[in-house]
């Protein structure tokens, strides 16, 4: 039976033997199972993704990056939360705005950055761009950009974990407005009939792109969709990482014991448009800005130096090193060649291309 | 060599695929129900319900799994009970199954392959449409339609084989047709036409059961001293014309027979290579028979107007050949 490589992102030991106490906090317990290490190391992939991320939007509007844009400024805290409890047997399935779950999984940034800017050297040779960053040496199958569909598909490899007993966990995240569509509902299913290993992450972030949850969901509380389907569901703050992570590490245990999937529905909001058109006439500035004023990156700094786990000057570095790194990862992919025009072919679409082209070569 | 008809061809090819622990069957009916069609009938028992997955009436989670689990390493066959059913799964067909290898650099290929049936017999609108060209327009998708006993393993085989999704296309008025089929590993590969009888004054270009019909028709004609070739396609895409040009190239006249509706359909897209590419062979406008393009209809009076027949074939190679 095929066995996958490992991630090679450094690993951080799972959050479920945590008890909480009255006195602790996600904080207190997460410093003291993972140590301080680790804690920046949380912080420094929710910075990276920030710093990446400011860095593309400068390069849409400098007409570097073309195409969807889809940011996940804001929402930082859930997907690094929720990552950073799995192993390197586990796989991750993501939507379009995946560069958030790219960064935290360990994908090379040089190769996302190039893959943005269409070129060979990206992560899918420049075929796939923002929507669709893939590494499959880190389990990481890709961004989907047909909302909802690729919960299918992360059920589907969750059934090969099962049946090629790998004791490998499927994640998939998906915003609000992914439930209300049937893929959704024929993966909830399909999961918790065959049990399935997978942990259903739904980044609530209150609308679907212009749409507000309450005009296109009957049920608010996205988690109680699983309800129909006796399935464990949890609703948990998505913009605190560390409360993100010990909740989340309990659904990825339940989901590899066997006992079957679990939806989590994390609270997040985006603080930028839903793309980079977006003029979001949808929602006032005061509640962006409401929101901006609790930036789960920020916050979360200051929660480590506040508690002396580092110090303002030794984080200051840290920052000045991930800016080093982004630019490093323009240049490379500045400099970097276009995919060749064997993309227009068969070979480009087929695995294995047939002595029959399908493709006509005067198009070529 | 063994005579079996095309149910019993596809078990043989199934059980094969089995063989490969890889491999599991996910589908509406196909254990506990015994298979709509039979092909399937004793699976269950054989393979237990771990390979033999019973699936919830739910088209696009039947395939959207069978991809997933073809990408991580499993080799499903996803069986869609009816093709007028996979109109639910054609996000996973097309959005996913088709452009995943592509839209991720070649990465990584979804070795899929998805059984399904045409088929009519007084079935009404939605249970009676062939959507062939729909798959076959689609790059990234190969698409099979087998006519013989023979075929139908061979390319069975051969689309198991493939790290590219296959979509396999079955006809419910085929399963019983008879023919030898060779024994043990025999495979077919995708992509190649075959002729299926020779003659030298009209060709037919065909596929699937159609084949069957033109092949009567052919028999019909003969006593009237017209020899009809007949060109099998068995692989619509990728479109194997080098036979049917062949062929034309020597009559200089042709019919395409399918069953699907001519508009837009799999016989436009053959009539037109053969003008593109043996125009100057041409002796007469090629002639197509196809389904007359309407919803189907119920009564069995109607549907026998609608639905291709022997005798419309052999009408419609009549008028080609005294046109000339
Ligand atoms: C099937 C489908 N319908 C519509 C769209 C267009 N679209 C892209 S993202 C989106 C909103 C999705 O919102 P949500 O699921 O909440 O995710 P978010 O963007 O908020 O993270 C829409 C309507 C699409 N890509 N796919
Ligand atoms: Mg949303």
Redesign the pocket.
Known sequence: MQKRRGATQAEVPAASSLRSTMTSTPFSRARDQLGDAQLVELYRQMMLIRRFEEKCQEMYTRAKIGGFL?LYVGEEATGVGAISNLQSQDHIFT???DHGHAIARGLNIDELMAELFGKDTGTSHGMGGSMHFADITKNFWGGY?????HLLLAAGVALACQMQKTNGVVMVF?????TN?GEFYESLNFAQLWKLPVVFVC?N?L???GTPIEVHSSVKEIYRKASAFDMKAMRIDGNDVLTVREQVAEAVEYARSGQGPVLVEAMTY?FRG?SAQDTQKYRSKEDVEQHRSNDPVLIFRKELIDAGVSSAADIDALDAVIDEQVEASVRFADESPVPGNEWLTDSGIYAAPLATATVDPDLV | MPVLTVREALQQALHEAMADERTFIIGEDIGHYGSTYGVTAGFLEKYGPERIRDAPIAEAGIVGLAVGAAMAGMRPIAEIMSVNFSLLAFDMIINHAAKIYSMFGGKFSVPLVMRTTNGWTQLSATHSQTFDSMFAHIPGLKVVAPATPADMKGLFRAAMADPDPVIFIEHTLMYGIKGEVPDGDYIVPIGKSVLAREGRHITVVTYSRMVHLSLQAADILAKEGIEVEIVDLRTLRPLDMSIALESFKKTNRAVVVTEDWQSYGTSAEIATRLYEQGFDYLDAPIQRVNFREVPMPYAKNLEQQVVVTTDRIVAAIKKVLNRS
């Open positions: 889809h939507h379009y705005r950009a047909i909302v909802g569909s998906f915003g609000d407005g992914a569509g980044e972030n609308y679907a792109m985006r839903h």
